[in-house]
């Protein structure tokens, strides 16, 4: 510390190689006061003003000598913010990684491993780690304003709750039990289905094999007590969870492509296949009670909350609306919508009761060309489909799917998440095109495919083409 020329104090603080008293021995209200001008050249006021802020700066200075993210200093962020236009064309091509509310750094190591230490359990619980969870893990990453838009605040994430890498194979679809904030459960190509709890100490609890090919889809009845499943192998199974028992076989003649439990009377089940047809299965007896014929096979589908309606989409990108009465066990189509711009396959049907954008029910649907497609829901035309507007994404090699995002921004807007080729989780908004992308997630080695909000809305899971589930835990917003 020397005396300026003006009387002050000017305080030289320390770089971090030199050595220094640590935060905790020095005091931010000494430190505001040695920061702060002389008080005979200034108004007393600014200068009362004027302390108050320094006081929050310097503690903002000792802070930054204990800053780290994944083994990095406050300096080497400062480097990068400070880095040249073309800085990304001049470093190898590697993983990126992203520390909360800054930018991208390249790893020297290349290809590194998800983490620094690897754990014996297949489930790895990251509460604990806080942001020094390995080289490719990235939450949050706010330094995209320029490139994707402005970030939408109440979809930040504080990190990685928990990551489950025991399948070896895709999994290509994952879900919350009904109501749920804790169960989730995953399929993938191999035919295995994976149930587990995420919340208080995440573990497996059940590993449910009796599939030979692929899984489809599955879907939790009301109660959480069964699953579902669908597969490439013509079989739906059902399962009872707590056992991990499967208690029921149906066989069909073709790939079983969407499965979905009645909402209100669990003892049916409706199925889409390649056969180009729903059929209503009685889930006692295993028996089909009704069929309805389509254009082409089915490859997505969802109910509304009342289940007295079904949409579907198909192999061509058509969407289509069908009426049910599970009290006389009648099943029929009622609309069909071509919007969709061309002709690839629906990955993802999905239904919401409300909107603050449309005031209404929703729909979305998403294609594998990347076309996604946003649709107003006139329950009294027994469910006619108007749509209100679209977002055009890169075409994707695989069966992508995406999700709404929960109902948390003050701002209007309609939120939605998906998984991408480039091994990221991005978050758009709809009614935004020119800047659709308000944040995105990085952490994956291979394409993301599936994603899934929970019940409370504060985790979100997603799957990778490498059988990683990584469960992100989001931000408190107040």
């Avoid at 490719?136 to 706010?142: I, K, T």
Wanted: one cysteine or more; a positive charge.
């Amino acid at each position: 510390m020397e005396e300026s020329g003006g009387g002050g104090l000017v305080m030289e603080l320390k770089t971090e190689e030199e050595e220094g008293p640590s935060p905790a021995e020095m005091d931010p209200v000494f430190v505001s006061c040695l920061l702060q001008p002389p008080m005979s050249h200034h108004d007393p006021n600014y200068v009362a003003i004027r302390r108050v802020l320094l006081h929050r700066k310097a503690q903002s200075l000792l802070q930054r000598k204990d800053w780290r993210c994944n083994t990095r200093s406050y300096s080497a962020y400062r480097n990068f913010i400070r880095r040249p236009r073309n800085w990304e064309n001049q470093i190898t091509q590697s993983y990126l990684s992203t520390p909360s509310n800054s930018g991208h750094w390249a790893s020297s190591q290349g290809q590194s491993i998800l983490f620094d230490t690897e754990s014996q359990s297949s489930s790895r619980d990251l509460r604990g780690f806080g942001l020094s969870v390995g080289h490719r893990s990235s939450f949050s990453s706010n330094d995209a304003d320029h490139q994707f838009g402005l970030v939408e605040p109440a979809y930040s994430f504080v990190g990685m709750h928990c990551i489950f890498d025991n399948c070896k194979a895709s999994v290509t679809i994952l879900k919350f039990g009904h109501m749920s904030s804790d169960l989730l459960a995953y399929g993938a190509t191999d035919g295995s289905l994976t149930v587990c709890h995420v919340s208080e100490s995440p573990s497996v609890i059940q590993h449910l094999k009796g599939h030979s090919k692929a899984i489809t889809d599955f879907d939790f009845s009301s109660n959480n007590q069964y699953i579902a499943s669908s597969s490439v192998d013509k079989t739906v199974l059902v399962w009872e969870i707590s056992k991990g028992h499967c208690i029921r076989v149906i066989y069909g003649t073709s790939s079983q492509l969407c499965i979905r439990f009645h909402p209100v009377n669990n003892n049916l089940l409706f199925v889409g296949n390649a056969n180009k047809e729903i059929n209503m299965i009685n889930f006692s007896t295993g028996r089909v009670i009704k069929k309805v014929y389509f254009d082409k096979e089915l490859t997505a589908m969802d109910n509304d909350h009342t289940g007295q309606l079904i949409f579907c989409g198909d192999a061509q990108g058509c969407i289509y609306t069908v009426s049910v009465n599970s009290h006389t066990g009648s099943i029929s189509r009622s609309h069909k919508n071509r919007s969709m711009r061309s002709k690839s396959p629906i990955t993802t049907v999905q239904y919401r009761t409300f909107s603050l954008v449309a005031r209404c029910p929703v729909l979305l649907v998403c294609a594998q060309d990347g076309n996604l497609c946003f649709f107003s829901v006139a329950l009294e035309i027994q469910g006619y489909l108007t749509l209100l507007c679209s977002l055009k994404l890169s075409p994707r090699r695989h069966s992508i799917r995406a999700s709404f995002c929960p109902l948390l921004s003050l701002e209007k807007g309609e939120f939605i998440v998906a998984g991408s080729e480039d091994s990221n989780v991005y978050f758009y908004d709809l009614t935004r095109p020119k800047h659709a992308c308000v944040n995105k997630l990085q952490g994956h080695g291979s394409p993301v495919i599936g994603v899934a909000w929970n019940h409370g809305e504060n985790l979100l899971a997603s799957s990778d083409s490498e059988g990683t589930v990584i469960v992100w835990k989001r931000a408190k917003t107040s």
